[in-house]
């Protein structure tokens, strides 16, 4: 069964950091581009970051560039997003998901395949 698992969410004050894992069962997460995305209440799903599956190349939203860093580490088959300087316009539920990312003219575009059940994320103090 192909799964993907977030965890590492939680509370945290503003200016403060958070590291999400996205862990994989039944499938090779090397294979796959993997994205992070958030949903904050009352608002749509945006993409956040994503790691392409080929060449490592990285992408980011522009809200959170220069805070946020994805990485993969292929020995735990699993890959993080590291959070720091976080605020409260970050709260959200965070997803994890497989599929693919390119780079476009403004920014990166994705199409994916399996999806996480999301984290919480809480920045507030």
């Known amino acids: 069964q192909l799964q993907l698992v977030e965890s590492g969410g939680g509370l945290v004050q503003p200016g403060g950091s958070l590291r999400l894992s996205c862990a994989a069962s039944?499938?090779?997460?090397?294979?796959?581009?993997i994205g992070w995305f958030r949903q904050a209440p009352g608002k749509e799903r945006e993409g956040v970051s994503c790691?392409?599956?080929?060449?490592?190349?990285?992408y980011y939203a522009d809200s959170v560039k220069g805070r946020f860093t994805i990485s993969r580490d292929s020995a735990k088959n699993t890959v993080y997003l590291q959070m720091v300087s976080l605020k409260p316009e970050d709260t959200a539920v965070y997803y994890c998901?497989?599929?693919?990312?390119?780079?476009?003219?403004?920014?990166?575009?994705?199409?994916?395949?399996?999806w996480g059940k999301g984290t919480l994320v809480t920045v507030s103090s």
């Open positions: 039944g499938f090779t997460l090397d294979y796959y581009a």
């Open positions: 998901a497989a599929g693919y990312c390119i780079a476009t003219m403004t920014g990166y575009a994705y199409g994916m395949d399996y």
């Open positions: 790691i392409s599956s080929d060449d490592g190349n990285t």
